[in-house]
């Protein structure tokens, strides 16, 4: 697949559009003047691999505590801003890294005029985030709904507001809660802008139904080469998220991190509790960074041969597990209660031995 070129915004040191990878974000979902809440959020999504993270600013009371919590943030923020210009103004004083607006939503060409000087003079890229359940009434009137066409036109509106302020740090994203209307609209705007592009399904449902509906909209326009930045929105803790978001990009070979994991859907044949087991080494495993693939597999028999190709698994029969790499069995393991005990002190060696290479 050949990526889209685009134009290089920067996101607090972050690099996005042009050759750089597909960058994973995600949104707190604390309250964000609930300072000690919000950061310790923020401190875990960046450990699971989120490398942007945004951040509703209702009022002047969430506002007036984001300096603080800028301070305190290992991965650069976006304020995400409606209707009232001054909280994009205090966002850029408090030295947060990129906007998430609609110019034509936060009042007047005076007020558009103020935080467009203020982003240039921060040097803090806007995005423009149109959303199909917001649109402009005219829009909505003329084009008989939110169609793709309808949200592409509004983009490049407040594009264009940016435009004629000579301000072009922008990103673009058009969501709505359909995956052909988002990519649809995508496709069009990819078509018309080289401005990056920030991709995700908005209201995309739990965590299941999320994150298949992401993983089918987000995938298409991967694969088209349109995205350079992702979200994947689920009704869960934000932390999936990222997983979810780092599975589609490995799933394309765009990007990897930490170890895939790979499980058989169990059948008659499977004599231990197999569902439990993978969702365990999955759990430990989830702090690692290294790439690398895991097997677990719920037959002794077939299992090390279907899985030959993992550096590391382990398959489980009646009261007996046996450990393997590349297909050739290291270790075998009674009584099924020491099958995941044992699995993890294998990883520990393999995990020295690939640390110390």
């Not at 209702?58 to 603080?68: G, S, Y």
């Not at 829009?139 to 509106?157: F, H, I, W």
């Not at 780092?246 to 044949?269: A, D, K, N, V």
């Not at 550096?311 to 050739?328: H, M, P, Q, S, T």
């Amino acid at each position: 697949m050949q990526r889209k070129q685009t134009r290089v915004v920067n996101i607090g040191g972050v690099g996005i559009g042009g050759d750089n990878p597909v960058r994973v974000q995600s949104m707190c979902n604390t309250d964000t003047r609930d300072v000690p809440a919000t950061v310790a959020q923020i401190g875990q999504l960046a450990d699971a691999g989120c490398e942007i993270v945004r951040l509703a600013v209702p009022d002047e009371a969430a506002a007036a505590v984001l300096k603080t919590i800028r301070a305190q943030s290992p991965v650069p923020l976006i304020a995400d801003i409606h209707f009232d210009h001054r909280l994009a103004l205090a966002a850029l004083d408090a030295g947060f890294d990129g906007l998430r607006i609609n110019p034509g939503n936060i009042g007047d060409e005076a007020k558009v005029d103020a935080v467009v000087r203020a982003a240039k003079a921060c040097g803090t890229p806007i995005r423009i985030g149109v959303n199909g359940g917001s649109l402009e009434k005219d829009l909505l009137k003329r084009y008989g709904g939110p169609t793709p066409e309808a949200m592409v036109e509004s983009g490049l509106r407040h594009v264009r507001m940016l435009e004629a302020r000579d301000f072009h740090d922008i990103k673009i994203s058009l969501k709505t809660s359909s995956v052909l209307k988002t990519v649809a609209a995508y496709r069009l705007m990819s078509e018309q802008v080289d401005y990056p592009l920030h991709i995700g399904i908005t209201e995309a449902g739990t965590l299941v139904r999320g994150a298949v509906k992401s993983s089918v909209g987000l995938g298409i326009l991967l694969y088209e080469g349109i995205g350079d930045t992702m979200r994947v929105s689920l009704t869960h803790d934000p932390v999936a998220e990222i997983g979810v978001a780092y599975e589609i990009l490995r799933s394309l070979g765009l990007r990897e991190r930490g170890p895939e994991i790979i499980s058989c859907p169990t059948c008659g044949r499977t004599e231990i509790g197999l569902i439990e087991l993978a969702e365990q080494v999955e759990a430990a495993l989830r702090g690692v960074e290294e790439v690398f693939t895991v097997a677990v597999m719920g037959c002794v028999v077939n299992g090390p041969g279907e899985a030959r190709e993992a550096d590391i698994g382990i398959a489980g029969g009646r009261d007996l597990g046996i450990i393997f790499r590349k297909g050739e069995v290291v270790r075998k393991v009674k009584g099924n209660a020491n099958l995941l005990p044992e699995f993890m002190k294998e990883m520990e060696k393999f995990l020295e031995e690939r640390r110390s290479e």
